[in-house]
């Protein structure tokens, strides 16, 4: 497939979700001649025309859609930071951070040696004056703090 | 403006502008490391800080990101930034005669001309042209808005449909939230979160810092510097003397480039090296280590640096990715660039203005003096440098407003930049959208509400008029040399081999 084609089937698909959205907005009666719908459908129009045009030009494309081989290690490495997302309340700040530290590096073509692991609690470390200390952001502390 | 300069010694201004220098070099010299992602990586820190050391730390990066792009390129002939792809030419050539101290000196030398050129023009140019904005409506600050977002044209590279589709999508960025008028919540999924809308600075944060390190994580390590050889060497006196053409011509370039939007340190660059290369008399040393080669594209994109501020501070409206950077830490900081930012906080203005002829100083100061632990921070393993990035990434948006939330909603926006980059959508449009789309709607409905919904309000008031006019004269222009290109493109690819 084209890889305009991909794009603009995408936004085109957007463009309709966003519309749909705009008729869940309610009415007001503090509202304007335009509305609280009124620039967002009229984005969902232009930015349907685009994708009209867009899909309409990468017929003629020689360009396609190709998978990328790094995109497992795009996927991955977002996925450090899902991870980091959903473990840093529980686990706490000093651990997650350093867990994402030794996973990105080991992840980026490093291997898990002591080496790493002393590296990731130095950047916890840093992190963490930086950040708590320095900065006062009450950043998550976790669960097990209390149990010390 | 005398108080402001005596600040630099008695505040922590100076302290700020050396810190914002010493980062930005830092990160102009890691390849691929742009001044936005450099600057968009210091946002999340500046939340607590007073505000103008934040700005001032802020533009002391850019500053600073500008030389340091030049240290790769002299070095292992790749450009930090985009804008230092020029100084490659003969920046390289040089090292390669074993002249790399004396290149850097001379790019180092040359972007403190530029910087202090484009300094002086800001500070003559920004007051006038914001108190022609004092008398601005809700109209023509709708105007404002159009204006800002007609560069779209301009800045959409290859593609004008793919750069109006990513305005588009920021203008729906910007309608997330409570609505302007009526107070209803538009695309909030229900979340509290999303109740005042989606902070440009994540979205900035989201677009270059996370979506570079997803696009790095693909990508090889870049190449090691020598870092024992490497020892900066000013100019002579007569040097001095064969650089200040050049020199000059970049500033002109840099002053033309930074204030028009859609401009930049790049296209000056360029624009600064072949006009030099012409008015040269030295014409055949260009491209085989000319010292002028260096100085011009040099001088060009750190005048950019300081007269890029002017579109910001008197109108609000960024002319280049770096100043949308720069705008939306203006905004964390509740601080609306634009003439009343002159009018209510003059003191502000003159402490940033002050903070630049610091920053510009401490570039020289610096540039000299970090080149050795700059050199072992860029030699420093990939896996490393990144794990760190990515760790200082998520802290830092957490700490803005101590929401996981946030820092959930700019991984996906990293997810976007990578697509973005994957799909050639530009980011600048994007951007525009999203920091202009609230000003646009919220003062087009305004000046409805106001004028009965005649839409002649716009055509009425004369600085909306003059606005509109300049706005439609920027779209005609860009669609003109958009379809030359075109043309020229058809033809050549038509012309047999």
């Known amino acids: 497939m084209p890889r305009d084609l991909a794009l603009g089937l995408s936004t085109l698909a957007l463009s309709i979700g966003y519309y749909a959205m705009t008729l869940g907005i309610p009415d007001s009666q503090l509202a304007d001649a335009i509305g609280p719908q009124g620039l967002p459908r009229a984005y969902a129009f232009v930015l349907a025309a685009l994708s009209a045009i867009l899909i309409g030009r990468s017929l003629r494309s020689n360009v396609r859609l190709h998978s990328d081989p790094a995109i497992w290690r795009v996927v991955g490495m977002l996925g450090i930071g899902v991870v980091y997302v959903f473990a840093v309340e529980w686990l706490g700040y000093f651990l997650s951070i350093a867990g994402l530290i030794v996973a990105t590096t080991y992840y980026q073509g490093g291997v898990v040696s002591r080496h790493v692991l002393i590296v990731a609690l130095v950047g916890a470390v840093i992190c963490w004056l930086l950040f708590v200390r320095v900065m006062g952001v009450p950043q998550p502390p976790g669960w097990w703090p209390a149990l010390l | ?497």
């Open chain 2, 1 to 497: 403006m005398i108080d402001a300069l005596v600040s630099i010694f008695t505040t922590p201004l100076g302290v700020s502008a050396f810190a914002g220098v010493a980062w930005g070099i830092m990160g102009g010299a890691l390849p691929g490391i742009s001044p936005s992602i450099t600057m968009a990586l210091l946002l999340p820190f500046t939340y607590g800080m007073d505000p103008m050391l934040a700005i001032v730390l802020l533009a002391s990066t850019y500053v600073g990101a500008e030389f340091g792009g030049s240290i790769p390129a002299i070095l292992i002939r790749t450009p930090g930034t985009n804008a230092a792809a020029a100084t490659v030419i003969d920046g390289y050539a040089m090292k390669m005669q074993g002249k790399a101290g004396e290149a850097l000196g001379i790019s180092l030398y040359s972007g403190f001309v530029g910087g202090m050129f484009g300094l002086i023009v800001l500070v003559l140019l920004t007051r006038p042209l914001a108190r022609l904005a004092l008398a601005f409506t809700p109209p023509s600050y709708f105007a404002v808005g159009v204006l800002g977002l007609s560069v779209i044209a301009s800045v959409s590279g290859d593609s004008l449909v793919k750069g109006l589709m990513a305005g588009v999508l920021g203008l729906m960025i910007s309608t997330v939230g409570t609505d302007p008028v009526t107070g209803l919540s538009r695309f909030t999924f229900g979340s509290p979160e999303l109740l005042s809308g989606i902070p440009p600075i994540l979205v900035m944060v989201g677009l270059f810092a996370i979506g570079e390190l997803l696009v790095q994580s693909g990508e090889p390590g870049w190449e090691k510097t020598d870092s024992t050889s490497t020892r900066i060497r000013f100019p002579s006196p007569a040097m001095w003397r064969r650089l200040a053409k050049p020199q000059a011509i970049g500033s002109v370039m840099g002053t033309i480039e930074g204030i028009i939007p859609g401009g930049g340190g790049t296209i000056s660059a360029f624009l600064a090296y072949n006009e030099a290369r012409r008015w040269s008399s030295r014409k055949e040393e260009f491209g085989k280590g000319s010292p002028e080669g260096i100085a011009a594209p040099e001088a060009a994109n750190n005048t950019v640096a300081c007269t890029a501020l002017v579109p910001i501070l008197s109108l609000g409206i960024p002319s280049s990715n770096s100043s949308a950077v720069l705008l939306s830490g203006f905004l964390m900081h509740g601080l609306v660039p634009g003439p009343l930012l002159l009018a209510k906080n003059p003191e502000f203005v003159n402490g940033l203005f002050a903070g630049l002829f610091a920053a510009n100083v401490a570039m020289v100061v610096l540039g000299y003096l970090i080149m050795t632990p700059c050199l072992w921070l860029v030699n420093r393993p990939k896996p490393y440098l990144m794990a760190f990035i990515y760790a200082f990434v998520v802290s830092g948006v957490y700490s803005i407003e101590t929401s996981i939330f946030h820092v959930g909603l700019v991984l996906m926006f990293g997810v976007l930049g990578y697509a973005m980059r994957y799909f050639k959508l530009p980011f600048l449009p994007m951007v525009l959208g999203v920091i202009l789309g609230f000003m646009v709607e919220s003062n087009y409905r305004r000046s409805l509400s106001l004028s009965d919904g005649d839409h002649m309000t716009f055509v009425q008031d004369p600085i909306a008029r003059v606005l509109l006019a300049l706005a439609a004269l920027v779209v005609a222009g860009s669609l003109v040399r958009h379809l030359r290109e075109r043309r020229t493109h058809q033809s050549s690819s038509a012309a047999p081999a």
